[in-house]
């Protein structure tokens, strides 16, 4: 039986070119394509959207890009003027020093935490990056902040473990988001401020109104505050905490690269 087989095996070789070498590589290449395949098909939230993980980033550039013009004074308006007042409270919980080196991711244009740091253009690099990959090396940084931006990325792990490999040992995490507030009538009344209100001030104040309509999506599918304290402490972070401001509209997370 041995024998015949082998037998078969030599007529196939001299009969099939490439036999055995051609099966292999069309094997290979089917796997490659099906891991290619199944990369692709990854899908996430856009807002309310269901979209493919590979487009949600151009999506969400063309949302700033479409409103950076405004993306201030709307601030101000939907806000009325109060999220000046809860980054204030972000970076006095900070409390930064003449030391601190400081990485701002999404940091919008930049103006309101440069006024209350009292810094000027020299003392600021830009950089134009992926917060789920960013430009910097290992234990860079002694303190890492993101406000209102870790709800807009495609994989918030991801970023969490960026924030984590670029802090030096004893560096701070600080994230200010959107949340979920801890009084039932109360979270009511924000929805319905939040998706019949916004929206129409973006499209009187800016031009558009669905930039707006993600935000006030975006908000809603993110985390609740213990949610995303275990996802901070699951990157690696101790002694995590939040504190709720305006009731829970948003919350101040913080965590240390022990």
Avoid at 73 to 80: I, L, P, Q, Y
Avoid at 231 to 240: L, N, P, Q, T, Y
Wanted: net charge neutral.
């Amino acid at each position: 039986m041995a024998c015949t087989r082998k037998i078969l095996e030599v007529i196939k070789r001299k009969l099939i070119p490439n036999y055995g070498k051609q099966r292999f590589h069309t094997i290979s290449k089917t796997f490659a394509e099906v891991n290619q395949e199944e990369a692709s098909s990854k899908e996430t939230h856009f807002g309310f959207e269901t979209v493919k993980e590979t487009e949600k980033a151009e999506k969400v550039y063309s949302v700033f890009e479409t409103v950076a013009s405004k993306y201030d004074a709307m601030n101000d308006a939907m806000s009325f003027g109060i999220h000046r007042i809860w980054k204030d409270i972000f970076i006095q919980r900070l409390s930064p020093t003449a030391n601190t080196h400081l990485l701002d991711v999404a940091g919008g244009t930049g103006r309101s935490r440069a006024e209350k740091l009292g810094i000027n253009g020299k003392q600021i690099s830009w950089l134009q990056g992926d917060a789920e990959n960013l430009p910097v090396d290992d234990a860079s940084f002694s303190a890492y902040t993101i406000a209102f931006g870790i709800r807009n990325v495609t994989h918030i792990d991801k970023v969490l473990e960026e924030a984590y490999r670029v802090l030096r040992p004893g560096g701070r995490f600080m994230c200010l988001e959107f949340s979920q507030l801890n009084n039932r009538m109360l979270q009511w009344m924000y929805d319905q401020y939040s998706f019949q209100v916004i929206p129409v001030m973006g499209q009187l104040i800016a031009g558009q109104w669905k930039p707006y309509q993600y935000l006030v999506e975006s908000i809603r599918q993110f985390p609740n505050q213990e949610d995303f304290k275990y996802m901070v402490e699951d990157a690696g972070f101790r002694h995590v905490s939040y504190e709720n401001l305006s009731f829970g509209v948003v919350a101040i997370h913080s965590g240390f690269k022990l």
